[in-house]
């Protein structure tokens, strides 16, 4: 069984800039579709970015596009997420996830539920 780990949340200013990985232990993860979602206080979890199992399939939710970069370093087992030109609203709890079983196709990506493997979440915070 996969196990996610993220690290490198914290507190940014607004306009600076964070580097969030998550790190899977068990197995490698070179095979499978990886997303990154965030939940905010009070609101419901949102799709933030993710990469299909080949890789070359790359999709971004709009509210981070041009601002966050997705990437995966195979040799380490790790996937990352470059958070750049911060701003309040990316404030939430940032999980990494995994689909482990299938293959989806891209547009399933953006949903939760389409993932079976998650990390416990870490914390960003934007200030002004």
């Known amino acids: 069984q996969v196990q996610l780990l993220e690290s490198g949340g914290g507190l940014a200013q607004v306009g600076g800039s964070l580097r969030l990985s998550c790190a899977a232990s068990?197995?490698?993860?070179?095979?499978?579709?990886m997303g990154w979602f965030r939940q905010a206080p009070g609101k419901e979890r949102e799709f933030v970015a993710a990469f299909a199992r080949s890789g070359i399939r790359i999709i971004y939710a709009n509210s981070v596009k041009g601002r966050f970069t997705i990437s995966r370093d195979n040799a380490k087992n790790t996937g990352n997420l470059q958070m750049n030109g911060l701003k309040p609203e990316d404030t939430a709890v940032y999980y990494c996830?995994?689909?482990?079983?299938?293959?989806?196709?891209?547009?399933?990506?953006?949903?939760?539920?389409?993932?079976?493997?998650w990390g416990q979440g870490t914390q960003v915070t934007v200030s002004s």
């Open positions: 996830a995994l689909v482990t079983r299938g293959n989806p196709i891209a547009s399933t990506l953006r949903m939760g539920e389409t993932y079976d493997v």
């Open positions: 068990g197995r490698t993860f070179d095979n499978y579709s």
